[in-house]
């Protein structure tokens, strides 16, 4: 069941990110918010951001690190301090690459990759596109009587 105020946040979250991750693939909710053990007391919410700039890799090797990632997770911080928040939300921030090698490692509770890749798609908002297609509209009426009558 969904929160109204935490959807609220989240959309504000999305907005944040946004701004302040480049190359920006995608941002997902997972983790207890999803799957119904998110207590709204005690718990924090999972947000999953996927780039797809390698240069900023958690992985990244020493010599091309030269502080990139870590100027942007500090203005991420720095926007969400700024916000009026009711709950925790705990942004997982990967490129794409790091997506591939999370998927493959297997941790306490499964693939952390597979894991975040299961959540609810926030950005790009191409479920809610898809929602709103009337699929009966946009085919011709003829291929949906020659359907019918061929049962």
Known sequence: MR?????????????????????????RVFGSYITGGWDPKVSDVDIFVESENEFYSAFIPAPYNVGQRDETKERLARRMSKGDWNYDFHVHWFSSGDVRRLSMRNHVRGS????????????????????????????????????????
């Open 3 to 27: 929160n109204k105020q935490v959807e609220k946040e989240l959309e504000q979250l999305v907005d944040i990110i946004t701004e302040v991750i480049p190359s920006l693939k995608e941002i």
């Open 112 to 151: 952390l990759g597979r894991t975040t890749k299961a959540g609810r798609l926030l950005y790009p908002q191409s479920e809610l596109f898809y929602e709103k297609i009337d699929l009966n509209k946009m085919i011709p009426k003829q291929i949906l009587l020659y359907k019918q009558t061929t049962k």
